[in-house]
């Protein structure tokens, strides 16, 4: 592999490199038919009632077999998920892990109400949302065609993956997603600020994560 190539992985931040790894791993894996996308989808039933709990797992690191839309997704989330562990998170991983895993959470709970048996790009849109709402006054040019504010960011790769994919229903996991990226912002940034409710366990990561992390 060429150094340059290294050089750019090892940049990119502990928790964003292994989720980016994974991701394109699984993608591999079923374009080599090493597995087969039955075998990595989730919902309720196989996952805890037929005890197949990996799929609790392997639903968020699937983003589809190679196209233009696993493209898509896969970069819009390593940028913004990477520029949200360099700034808000730096020297945080257990933070920044602990907001992804609640993250997972609600959205393991949300994807019966909008049947989504692959998570990976609701999830992606977490960071997404959440680099946006500390980044309100950042202007972002999209694909060289137009400028937008950085809260508008969301609403506009929604609306893109509309059109890319050709039905709403498409859209459905990337606004979950947003949902709950909201869900986080709220907690840690206007909850524990604004309204002074201090920090809980959806906000800080327990004692056990920290030191597991080396914090």
């Known amino acids: 592999m060429p ?3 290294e050089a750019w992985i090892v940049q990119i931040p502990p928790v964003t490199r ?19 996308t039955l075998q990595l989808y989730y919902s309720f039933r196989s996952a805890f009632i037929n005890a197949q709990l990996w799929r609790a797992v392997t639903t968020f690191f699937y983003f589809g077999p190679i196209s233009l839309d696993f493209v898509f997704h896969l970069f819009f989330f390593m940028r913004y998920s990477r520029m949200l562990e360099e700034s808000s998170f730096a020297n945080k991983k257990a933070d920044y ?4 895993l609640l993250s997972s959470v609600m959205l393991l709970v949300l994807s019966p109400l909008f049947n989504l048996p692959f998570l990976s790009s609701s999830l992606a849109f977490v960071p997404i949302y959440l680099w946006s709402r500390r980044h309100p006054s950042t202007p972002i040019s999209l694909f060289g065609l137009f400028t937008i504010t950085a809260p508008y960011l969301p ?9 890319l994919n050709g039905t709403w229903k498409a859209a459905a996991g990337d606004l979950a997603g947003c949902a709950v990226g909201h869900i986080g912002w709220f907690m840690r940034d206007v909850w524990t600020r604004e309204m002074m409710g201090g920090k809980s366990f959806l906000s800080e990561p327990p004692v056990w994560l920290k030191r597991l992390f080396g914090e």
Request: charged share 0%; hydrophobic share 75%; aromatic share 18%.
């Open 3 to 5: 150094v340059g190539i």
């Open 18 to 36: 292994a989720w980016l790894a994974l991701s394109v791993f699984t993608s591999l894996a079923v374009q080599c038919q090493l597995v087969t």
């Open 97 to 100: 892990f602990w907001l992804l």
């Open 155 to 163: 609403v506009a790769l929604v609306a893109f993956s509309w059109v």
